[in-house]
Antibody, heavy 122, light 107 residues
């Protein structure tokens, strides 16, 4: 069965950095686009970033562009999110989410991890 | 950027009811719309994609319709497990965007 397991969350000071990981299993990771979606406490969902199955294309929300970098290592079945210059408003649960269709970039997310909490606070 | 607006924000209903949630896009997104269900402390679950296609394993009481800028999610015959928050999401263009959510509560 498909499993996505996020890690790397924690408490970080404003201006600090953190790297999230998402380890995938149960499907051919290298054939599917992947995303990060975040949810601030008590708030709605916000899409943050996408990476194509082969890593050749990346897209970001304006709120994270220039500060966050999405990447993947298909040999390790792992997705990453490098977060720099963190702000209080980046506090959220971060989910990795698999794109539904093979070799497709459409934003339909059929499997999600359990999420990892990032808290930006001094 | 495309803004997604859901209504209502909160909906009270009883088991067995038929309920409808509306989602409006700030510009045409054709049929590139998905619906998700989220329960407290859990990850979202995909229900509907391409406006009206039911995800595998999702009960047939869930249905979606619409195109362009106006979409609906209908749940026919509410079950206790359906009380949750529902989000629409457009994937017509980046940045992808979600509606603010509709919380479905037990009346």
């Amino acid at each position: 069965q498909v499993q996505l397991v996020e890690s790397g969350g924690g408490v970080v000071q404003p201006g600090g950095s953190l790297r999230l990981s998402c380890t995938a299993s149960g499907f051919a990771f290298s054939d599917y686009g992947m995303n990060w979606v975040r949810q601030a406490p008590g708030k709605g969902l916000e899409w943050a970033a996408f990476i194509r199955y082969d890593g050749s294309s990346k897209y970001y929300a304006d709120s994270v562009k220039g500060r966050f970098t999405i990447s993947r290592d298909n040999s390790k079945n792992t997705l990453y999110l490098q977060m720099n210059s963190l702000r209080a408003e980046d506090t959220a649960v971060y989910y990795c989410a698999k794109t539904s269709f093979y070799h497709d970039s459409s934003g339909v997310f059929d499997y999600w991890g359990q999420g990892t909490l990032v808290t930006v606070s001094s | 950027d495309i803004q997604m607006t859901q209504s209502p924000s909160t909906l009270s209903a009883s088991v067995g009811d038929r309920v409808t949630i509306t989602c409006r896009a700030s510009q045409s997104i054709s049929s590139w719309l998905a619906w998700y269900q989220q329960k407290p402390g859990k990850a979202p679950k995909l229900l509907i994609y391409k406006a009206s296609s039911l995800e595998s394993g999702v009960p047939s009481r869930f249905s979606g319709s619409g195109s362009g800028t106006e979409f609906t999610l209908t749940i026919s015959g509410l079950q206790p497990d359906d009380f949750a928050t529902y989000y629409c999401q457009q994937y017509n263009s980046y940045p992808y965007s979600f509606g603010q959510g509709t919380k479905l509560e037990i009346k």
